[in-house]
């Protein structure tokens, strides 16, 4: 049997994940925008944190983030 929690994606493999290039992901992961850490030099992803990501991203793009909605404020 298979853990996939504890997998570990290289920059490629969460490009290929994600259905986006190289150097967005790079981009993203630099701008400290998606979760990842550095390995001698080189970024690697969690693949538990980058499926949560995904989760916030979606709830975070239909408004769904809490209360006062995406702007906060109060209506």
Do not use: C, S
């Amino acid at each position: 049997m298979k853990d996939d929690t504890g997998e570990i994606f290289t920059l490629d493999e969460v490009a290929a994940y994600l259905k986006v290039g190289k150097r967005t992901v790079y981009r993203l992961a630099a701008g400290r925008k998606i979760p990842a850490f550095k390995v001698g030099g080189t970024w690697r992803f969690r693949r538990q944190e980058i499926d949560l990501w995904i989760k916030k991203q979606t709830a975070e793009a239909q408004g769904d983030d809490g209360p006062g909605g995406a702007h906060g404020g109060n209506g």
